[in-house]
């Protein structure tokens, strides 16, 4: 038989980076052949089209699957286990999956997943990492120490208190095998060093931390870990299934949808997109824009009030030019009245 296929999981909130650092990977993959799992959250293949805009070989089409059919960690059974059977399944087998899951997904139950009959012999899981949003630490988001919430950012409510949020932050800490701390170019030593003492109090003993800005980190960070986490469930537990002894999930604390408007003004779009997150409490925005005049779409990435924006690749022929955001929230989102926002751009 031949040797099990190495599966990295990568994991991390809403905004952390993911899709920069698999980016990254895969034009940095040194021959390996990679196929990428995708889990979305919204009915707009941001993360794909992103990945598939990268203009390398190892960003095939063919090599790219796109799970959309809800929360990777809710529909296991229906859609993980089906897919990964249709990749080992292929006459030329990849090298290497990597699994780009949602912001919302529990990692727990997808672990787990790895060890079912109609995959344990084929895969294993060479790494969990989670990547973190340093510069959202460092301004006291998703922080539980409410002492230190009070010190930090007073004025941001929402850590005055136990949220999902925050629950769902510890559960992809503690199930990390690698905890990738993006975006440090945004915050100076003094800042990281609190940052980094906070991960440590909550991710399991053993766990490594690596630092990067723009999700640049060096393959042999990532691929080729060994650790086989499927079989070292000890300590990785979710903070539900430590108090309801292992059941099920829901989201319904989180809400999304998606708007699609015609070409604008650039300034004017990125204007009103900073302005409605701050009015709506949009946690996450992301899509593509038509620019008017500009030959090429727009990306477009925002976590809370920080947006960030390139040309990603020229408009193809056919192709309709109009602007597809996916906004995401905490429920219930005031839909009516965001996209009233959106569309005064």
């Not at 993959?29 to 390398?56: Q, S, T």
């Not at 960690?73 to 780009?100: G, N, Q, S, W, Y």
């Not at 630490?137 to 999902?164: I, N, Y």
Request: proline share 4%.
């Amino acid at each position: 038989m031949s040797e099990k296929i190495p599966v990295t999981v990568i994991t991390g909130f809403l905004g952390s980076g993911k899709t920069t650092l698999v980016r990254h990977l895969l034009g940095h993959a040194r021959g390996k052949r990679i196929a990428l799992i995708i889990n979305e959250f919204g009915d707009i293949g941001v993360d794909k089209e992103v990945l598939a805009g990268c203009g390398d070989e190892t960003c095939r089409e063919e090599d790219m699957i796109e799970l959309a059919n809800g929360c990777i960690c809710c529909t296991v059974a229906d859609d993980f286990i089906p897919t990964m059977k249709t990749l080992l399944e292929r006459d030329e087998r990849p090298d290497h999956i990597v699994i780009e899951t949602s912001g919302l997904a529990l990692p727990q139950p997808l672990i787990r997943a790895f060890n079912w009959p109609e995959i344990k012999t084929e895969v294993t899981i060479d790494g969990v990492v989670t990547v973190v949003d340093a510069a959202a630490l460092a301004e006291g988001r998703f922080a539980s120490d409410e002492e230190a919430v009070d010190a930090q950012r007073k004025a941001d409510s929402m850590l005055d208190h136990e949220t999902p949020l925050g629950e769902l932050f510890k559960d992809q800490l503690v199930s990390a095998d690698l905890i990738i701390v993006n975006k440090t170019d945004l915050v100076d030593e003094s800042g990281l060093a609190p940052v980094e003492a906070e991960l440590r109090a909550a991710m399991r003993p053993g766990t490594g931390i690596v630092r990067a800005a723009n999700g640049h980190v060096d393959t042999v960070a990532l691929l080729g870990l060994g650790m086989a986490s499927e079989d070292d469930l000890d300590g990785r537990e979710s903070a539900h299934e430590l108090e309801h002894g292992g059941e099920g999930h829901e989201h319904d604390d989180f809400d999304s949808f998606s708007i699609r408007l015609p070409a604008g003004s650039r300034e004017a779009l990125l204007k009103t997109i900073e302005e409605t997150i701050r009015a709506h409490d949009v946690l996450r925005l992301k899509g593509f824009a038509a620019i008017e005049g500009a030959p090429a779409r727009l990306a477009i990435q925002a976590v809370g009030p920080r947006v960030n924006a390139y040309f990603d690749r020229p408009w193809k022929d056919g192709e309709k030019r109009e602007t597809a955001l996916v906004v995401i929230g905490e429920s219930p989102l005031d839909r009516d009245a965001i996209t009233a926002s959106l569309q005064a751009a």
